[in-house]
């Protein structure tokens, strides 16, 4: 299986702040990663897919990037609404696996 | 807009079957691919499996030998069958659709049903 290893597990940051999420496969997955978002008690929802699509009715602030065996998620100016946990997956093979996931909480 | 909704038992005791199923609205089975996945209390995302809307299946090896997802056009659901399960097997189970190539993103995903194994 392809091991998805995401940095950092959680990171407080403040409203405004620019924020980075990294994604490392243990093997080449092309660019067949997506990140997801998950608040608590719901559903996640995919933000960017492909590495670098971004999902129709995503912010513009949410941007992804990498291919092969690196990846990154950004979020440009954190709003409130986006402290959540961030999860990335790849798509190149199977089975799928994610990450385990990047919890972005409030400074 | 569709929408995913799982149904099914939140208790299952140990070494009997868990059944889940998924009704899709807003739209039909066809022409995409359709995954279940699954999280354990505090854990990260575990991808089950998927059926296509021609009823090819793939699975988690690691769940192979006790799963079953299956489709029933007629209703607009499809479903997850486990067998055997074990305390191991406690998450909440989520449904969502892939795009009409393969589960290479998913989207959108159901609200998620809570399972736990217990006797």
């Known amino acids: 299986d392809i091991q998805m290893t995401q940095s950092p597990s959680s990171l407080s940051a403040s409203v405004g702040d620019r924020v980075t999420i990294t994604c490392r496969a243990s093997?080449?997955?092309?660019?067949?990663l997506n990140w997801y978002q998950q608040k608590p008690g719901e559903a996640p929802k995919l933000l960017i897919y492909?590495?670098?699509s971004l999902r129709g009715g995503v912010p513009s602030r949410f941007s992804g990037s990498g291919s092969a065996t690196d990846f990154t998620l950004t979020i440009s100016s954190l709003q409130p609404e986006d402290f959540a946990t961030y999860s990335c997956q790849q798509t190149y093979t199977s089975p799928r696996t994610f990450g385990q996931g990047t919890k972005v909480e409030i400074k | 807009q569709v929408q995913l909704q799982e149904s099914g038992p939140g208790l299952v005791k140990p070494s009997e079957a868990l059944s889940l199923t998924c009704t899709v609205s807003?739209?039909?089975?066809?022409?995409?691919?359709w995954t279940w996945i699954r999280q354990p209390p505090g854990k990260g995302l575990e991808w089950i499996g998927y059926i296509n809307y021609r009823g090819s299946t793939n699975y988690n090896p690691s769940l192979k030998s006790r799963l079953t997802i299956s489709l029933d056009t007629s209703k607009n659901q499809f479903s997850l069958k486990l067998s055997s399960v074990t305390a191991a097997d406690t998450a909440v189970y989520y449904c969502?659709?892939?795009?009409?190539?393969?589960?290479?993103?998913?989207?959108?995903w159901g609200q998620g049903t809570p399972v736990t194994v217990s006797s």
């Open positions: 492909l590495a670098s």
């Open positions: 093997q080449t997955i092309r660019t067949y």
């Open positions: 807003g739209g039909p089975l066809s022409n995409y691919y």
């Open positions: 969502a659709r892939g795009d009409d190539v393969a589960d290479n993103w998913l989207d959108p």
